[in-house]
C-alpha cells in the first residue's frame, strides 16, 4: 500500500486542514484536541465535574464554579455553552502532555465524539503529524 504524505494544518486557517479520513488520528498530534472544545451542562455532568441536580440550577452559577476550579474558561450565557480551559500551550484540560491521547476519552463530550462531522469545516480536521511540533 502506497503511504500518502499529508502536509501538517495550520488550526488557525481552514484551508489547510486534511480531508478527514479513517487512521488520520493515528499519526496525528491531536490538534483537535488544541481547538475550543463547546460543552453543554450533559457533557459536564458526563464528566463528573457537574451534578445532576445542577441541570436545574442556573448555569451561569454552575459556570462560575466551574471557572473557580479552572475547568471552564468561558461561558456563552445566550446559548448556555460553556468552553473547556486550554493549558498555556493550548491543549485541552484532559490531554496526556506525554502520549497526547483524551484522559476522559470514554466520557469526553459530544463536540469530541462528533469531529470532524461538526466543527469549523466539516469533514476536514486540522491534521499535524506526531514528529511535527508547534
Not at 483537535?32 to 458526563?46: A, M, N, Q, S
Not at 480551559?85 to 502532555?97: I, K, S, V
Request: proline share 6%.
Amino acid at each position: 500500500m502506497k503511504t500518502r504524505l499529508i502536509a501538517a494544518a495550520d488550526p488557525d486557517r481552514l484551508e489547510t486542514w486534511a480531508r478527514y479520513s479513517n487512521g488520520l488520528c493515528r499519526d496525528c498530534r491531536a490538534t483537535c484536541c488544541t481547538l475550543p472544545v463547546e460543552v453543554r451542562i450533559e457533557d459536564l455532568i458526563r464528566l463528573g465535574v457537574a451534578d445532576a441536580f445542577e441541570r436545574a440550577e442556573p448555569a451561569k452559577q454552575v459556570a462560575r464554579r466551574l471557572q473557580k476550579a479552572g475547568i471552564v474558561e468561558h461561558f456563552n450565557h445566550k446559548r448556555e455553552v460553556f468552553t473547556l480551559t486550554r493549558l498555556a500551550n493550548g491543549d485541552c484540560l484532559y490531554l496526556d502532555r506525554v502520549s497526547r491521547l483524551c484522559t476522559v476519552y470514554a466520557k469526553r463530550p459530544d463536540t469530541c465524539r462528533n469531529h470532524p462531522q461538526i466543527g469549523p469545516r466539516p469533514g476536514y480536521c486540522a491534521y499535524q503529524p506526531k514528529s511535527a511540533t508547534r
